[in-house]
């Protein structure tokens, strides 16, 4: 796969991310006035007419940034540069020509690429006027955009297509046989670990908590399969978050988990699972994502086992025990390309389909075995099950009133359908329970060899003479204990103690 490479570069706040936004067709890389927003290089397809090309978006040359990654954004950007077929150098038709346009003018002077100068911010003909000024910087006709009022957007894409190079028979490029989004708490090691994936440096790597901000689609290919991984910003608890930024990185990294195939949800072994994790893989459930929880930095545990840190990490996600763990370390690419072999297994097991025979005899066996309880005075029927869809394996059953059926039911069927089918062993199942319409001419039946269930006791005769209340006879003192711990405690407890064995 060849696809041309098209970067947009300028100085800091001349709208670059909003420029890639309106140019992509979708809220990509986060917009916010503040300066120095971007810093990793954000990237996505971008497909025009016939052709294809990878747009790249960037931080802004010559900011100073408050977290001292100047230089590592600085090379983001060189490597954007060097990758690109085409340049968009975006100056702001507002503020007009200043001193660090001048500057990245002439850090471009000497590449040997196309570049196409783009003023954006034009919302009007009236700022039209002023932009005449920018043809001093030597770059030729100047393009007039506004990605906020829909302004100039053909005669770009026009110019850029003219300037591609010309289209290769391997242009177009291949399925995406696979996203991963990579999640977790700040510092657990995600960009290290797409780094190693798809051995270069996409993303900037630092100590310094929050680096990454937007999420970065990073694509890459292994054993002749393309992959794409999606970078989030580190997840804190919403208290935590500070301004307009963070709450978009939150915001992103919620959209990648849904949009995944895989989640790979990262933990980091010497802090304790905290209430952010939990919240975490919670959401994670209720997408019905394949999740595989990665341990990084194990080489920071050495000489302790895995097995305690699989058990601490049991405990704390007992509804989740189906899930696979993977024991990391990114740093040196350890185990790094197994989680993505591992990853493909559990995308298989989501596609797949079984047989309705198949479910119907796993859900006869549970009504045997263990029939639901009774509910409203009335007993549950299943008459049939099936499976409807994949990615993520979908069940419905069809029942007399799905309102008999509780939650501790519910998770009972489906244990019983991961355990006993053998098809999506490690997988979440998504249950549906459909209320079956009647056929007046159809014998009702529900599934064969389906345990009896107690009948409904029969009502109390009313009194004759209910006017007159019945005396009762006072209630006897019942005996009291008081405890100051709850079961929460004692659970909070047994993960403590078990956290503290590692």
């Known amino acids: 796969?060849?696809?041309?490479?098209?970067?947009?570069?300028?100085?800091?706040?001349?709208?670059?991310?909003?420029?890639?936004?309106?140019?992509?067709?979708?809220?990509?890389?986060?917009?916010?006035?503040?300066?120095?927003?971007?810093?990793?290089?954000?990237?996505?397809?971008?497909?025009?007419?016939?052709?294809?090309?990878?747009?790249?978006?960037?931080?802004?040359?010559?900011?100073?940034?408050?977290?001292?990654?100047?230089?590592?954004?600085?090379?983001?950007?060189?490597?954007?540069?060097?990758?690109?077929?085409?340049?968009?150098?975006?100056?702001?038709?507002?503020?007009?020509?200043?001193?660090?346009?001048?500057?990245?003018?002439?850090?471009?002077?000497?590449?040997?690429?196309?570049?196409?100068?783009?003023?954006?911010?034009?919302?009007?003909?009236?700022?039209?006027?002023?932009?005449?000024?920018?043809?001093?910087?030597?770059?030729?006709?100047?393009?007039?955009?506004?990605?906020?009022?829909?302004?100039?957007?053909?005669?770009?894409?026009?110019?850029?297509?003219?300037?591609?190079?010309?289209?290769?028979?391997?242009?177009?490029?291949?399925?995406?046989?696979?996203?991963?989004?990579?999640?977790?708490?700040?510092?657990?090691?995600?960009?290290?670990f797409i780094n190693a994936l798809a051995e270069s440096d996409r993303m900037i790597v630092s100590e310094v908590p929050g680096t990454t901000r937007d999420s970065v689609d990073v694509r890459f290919e292994s054993d002749g399969l393309t992959f794409v991984a999606i970078d989030t910003a580190g997840v804190r608890k919403k208290r935590s978050i500070a301004g307009d930024i963070e709450f978009y990185s939150m915001a992103r990294s919620q959209r990648s988990i849904r949009r995944a195939d895989v989640v790979l949800l990262f933990f980091d072994p010497k802090a304790r699972i905290s209430k952010v994790d939990k919240q975490l893989a919670e959401y994670v459930l209720e997408q019905n994502k394949p999740a595989i929880f990665v341990v990084n930095k194990w080489d920071t545990m050495t000489p302790t086992p895995t097995g305690r840190m699989a058990t601490y990490v049991r405990a704390t996600f007992p509804s989740l025990d189906f899930v696979p763990i993977a024991f990391t370390t990114a740093k040196e690419g350890r185990n790094v390309h197994a989680v993505l072999n591992l990853a493909q297994n559990l995308h298989k097991q989501a596609c797949r389909r079984v047989d309705t025979s198949d479910i119907n005899r796993v859900i006869q066996r549970c009504l045997t075995?263990?029939?639901?309880?009774?509910?409203?005075?009335?007993?549950?029927?299943?008459?049939?099950?099936?499976?409807?869809?994949?990615?993520?394996?979908?069940?419905?059953?069809?029942?007399?009133?799905?309102?008999?059926?509780?939650?501790?039911?519910?998770?009972?069927?489906?244990?019983?359908?991961?355990?006993?089918?053998?098809?999506?062993?490690?997988?979440?199942?998504?249950?549906?329970?459909?209320?079956?319409?009647?056929?007046?001419?159809?014998?009702?039946?529900?599934?064969?060899?389906?345990?009896?269930?107690?009948?409904?006791?029969?009502?109390?005769?009313?009194?004759?003479?209910?006017?007159?209340?019945?005396?009762?006879?006072p209630a006897k003192p019942e005996l009291t204990f008081s405890t100051d711990v709850d079961d929460d405690d004692l659970e909070r407890d047994r993960q403590s103690e078990l956290w503290t064995d590692l």
């Not at 394996?393 to 008999?404: A, E, G, K, M, Y």
């Not at 997988?427 to 056929?439: A, E, G, Y």
Request: hydrophobic fraction near 35%.
């Open 369 to 473: 075995d263990n029939p639901p309880p009774l509910r409203q005075n009335r007993r549950a029927k299943i008459y049939y099950g099936t499976q409807v869809e994949t990615n993520p394996p979908t069940v419905v059953l069809f029942v007399n009133s799905p309102d008999l059926f509780d939650n501790t039911y519910q998770r009972y069927l489906i244990k019983e359908l991961r355990d006993q089918l053998g098809a999506f062993p490690d997988i979440p199942i998504k249950l549906h329970l459909r209320k079956r319409v009647r056929d007046e001419s159809a014998e009702d039946t529900a599934l064969e060899d389906a345990p009896a269930l107690p009948t409904v006791p029969e009502e109390k005769p009313v009194r004759k003479n209910p006017a007159k209340p019945k005396k009762r006879k």
């Open 1 to 192: 796969m060849s696809v041309p490479v098209v970067a947009i570069v300028g100085r800091p706040n001349v709208g670059k991310s909003s420029l890639f936004n309106w140019l992509a067709g979708r809220r990509i890389a986060i917009v916010d006035p503040t300066a120095g927003v971007t810093r990793d290089r954000v990237s996505t397809l971008v497909h025009v007419r016939d052709r294809y090309f990878d747009l790249i978006d960037t931080g802004g040359m010559g900011v100073e940034d408050v977290d001292n990654l100047t230089a590592d954004i600085e090379r983001q950007i060189e490597a954007a540069i060097d990758q690109a077929d085409v340049i968009l150098f975006v100056v702001d038709g507002r503020d007009g020509l200043v001193a660090l346009d001048e500057q990245v003018a002439k850090r471009l002077r000497y590449v040997d690429k196309p570049v196409i100068l783009v003023a954006n911010k034009c919302d009007h003909e009236g700022v039209d006027a002023q932009t005449a000024e920018f043809y001093k910087l030597g770059r030729g006709k100047l393009v007039l955009v506004s990605a906020h009022q829909n302004r100039g957007k053909d005669d770009l894409l026009r110019l850029i297509l003219a300037r591609l190079p010309e289209k290769d028979d391997d242009e177009e490029p291949g399925d995406v046989a696979l996203k991963l989004a990579i999640v977790g708490r700040r510092n657990t090691g995600k960009s290290t």
